[in-house]
T-cell receptor
Framework: EPEVTQTPSHQVTQMGQEVILRCVPI?????FYWYRQILGQKVEFLVS????????KSEIFDDQFSVERPDGSNFTLKIRSTKLEDSAMYFCASSQTWDRQSYNEQFFGPGTRLTVL | GIQVEQSPPDLILQEGANSTLRCNFSDSVNNLQWFHQNPWGQLINLFYIPSGTKQNGRLSATTVATERYSLLYISSSQTTDSGVYFC???????????FGGGTRLMVKP
C-alpha cells in the first residue's frame, strides 16, 4: 500500500543551524502539507503546497521556514536558523485532491523528530 | 478559526471493555478524520468520515455533521489500542486539518 515516507527519523542540531526535513508523498497525490507536534501537545498545521506554490500557511510558518518540491518526488521543509522552540515532531502529509465535493483524505508520514540543543 | 474539542482527555480501560470517544467541532466541515498515534509517535489513519457511519473491525465511527460532533467506538479493547486518539477537521476556510487535543487511552491487561 502506498505510503508517505520521511527522512531522517531523528535529527539533532545546534541552535542557529539550518535543517532540511525530507518527505516523499504518495505518488499520485497533488497536495502536500507539513504539520508539527511539540511534545505532549496537539498537532498543528504549518503549510500546504499545491502546483509548486504555497496555498495556505499558519502564523507559525514565519520567514525562517520554507518549503520546496525540488524534483518530481521529494517535498522538503527547511528551517533556516533553528531555535530551541523548534524542537518537535514534524509530519509530512499528502492528499489526492482538495475539493469540497471530493474525497480529500490526508495521509501522514511517520514523522521526523527534531531536537534543537 | 474552527475549534475542536475531544473528550475525555484521558481514559483507562480494562482489556475487553468498550469505549466511546467524542469530538465536537464549532463549524461545518468538509473533512473529518480520526487518527491513532501509537507509542512511536506515528499517526495512523483510522477513518475519513465527514458524515455518516463506518466500521473497520472492532472500531467504528459516526459523524453527525448537522450537530457538529463525531464519535469513535472501540469495542473489546486490546492493549495494542493504547495511545492517543486524535480527531481532525477541515472546514471551508482552507485545506488544513485542525486537530483536537486528543484522548489518551490506556488499556490494561
Amino acid at each position: 500500500e502506498p505510503e508517505v515516507t520521511q527522512t531522517p527519523s531523528h535529527q539533532v542540531t545546534q541552535m542557529g543551524q539550518e535543517v532540511i526535513l525530507r518527505c516523499v508523498p504518495i505518488s499520485n497525490h497533488l497536495y502536500f502539507y507539513w504539520y508539527r507536534q511539540i511534545l505532549g501537545q496537539k498537532v498543528e498545521f504549518l503549510v500546504s503546497f499545491y502546483n509548486n506554490e504555497i496555498s495556505e500557511k499558519s502564523e507559525i510558518f514565519d520567514d525562517q521556514f520554507s518549503v520546496e518540491r525540488p524534483d518530481g518526488s521529494n517535498f522538503t521543509l527547511k528551517i533556516r536558523s533553528t531555535k530551541l522552540e523548534d524542537s518537535a515532531m514534524y509530519f509530512c502529509a499528502s492528499s489526492q485532491t482538495w475539493d469540497r465535493q471530493s474525497y480529500n483524505e490526508q495521509f501522514f508520514g511517520p514523522g521526523t523528530r527534531l531536537t534543537v540543543l | 478559526g474552527i475549534q475542536v474539542e475531544q473528550s475525555p482527555p484521558d481514559l483507562i480501560l480494562q482489556e475487553g471493555a468498550n469505549s466511546t470517544l467524542r469530538c465536537n467541532f464549532s463549524d461545518s466541515v468538509n473533512n473529518l478524520q480520526w487518527f491513532h498515534q501509537n507509542p512511536w509517535g506515528q499517526l495512523i489513519n483510522l477513518f475519513y468520515i465527514p458524515s455518516g457511519t463506518k466500521q473497520n473491525g472492532r472500531l467504528s465511527a459516526t459523524t453527525v455533521a448537522t450537530e457538529r460532533y463525531s464519535l469513535l467506538y472501540i469495542s473489546s479493547s486490546q492493549t495494542t489500542d493504547s495511545g492517543v486518539y486524535f480527531c481532525a477537521v477541515e472546514n471551508n476556510a482552507g485545506n488544513m486539518l485542525t486537530f483536537g487535543g486528543g484522548t489518551r487511552l490506556m488499556v490494561k491487561p
